[in-house]
C-alpha cells in the first residue's frame, strides 16, 4: 500500500508517450480544446520539475479547475495516476 510520492511519479513518468497514455486514460475533462497534447504535457514537465506559476495557471485551465492551486493540480495528476 506504499503510496507513490509526487516526486517519484515524476521521476517515473518523464516519457512522453507514458504520461500521454496515461493522461489520455485517467483524466476525463475536456484537456485538449485549448492546447495540442504535446504543449500539455511540455507545460505538464515544466510546473512539475520547476513549479512555474504561469505554466501552472494554463495547465490547470486545460484541467478545467476555477482556482488553480499548484497542490489541487498535483492531487489531480496524483490521482490519476494512482487510479486501480
Not at 504543449?39 to 490547470?60: E, P, Y
Request: no cysteine; proline share 2%; glycine share 4%.
Amino acid at each position: 500500500h506504499a503510496k507513490m510520492t509526487w516526486n517519484l511519479i515524476i521521476d517515473s513518468y518523464v516519457d512522453f508517450l507514458h504520461l500521454q497514455s496515461i493522461i489520455f486514460q485517467s483524466i476525463h475533462n475536456k484537456v485538449y480544446q485549448k492546447g495540442s497534447m504535446a504543449h500539455f504535457v511540455s507545460q505538464f514537465k515544466s510546473v512539475a520539475l520547476t513549479g512555474n506559476s504561469n505554466d501552472h495557471k494554463q495547465i490547470a485551465g486545460f484541467l478545467g479547475m476555477r482556482r488553480p492551486s499548484l497542490m489541487a493540480m498535483r492531487r489531480v495528476i496524483e490521482l490519476a495516476f494512482l487510479a486501480p
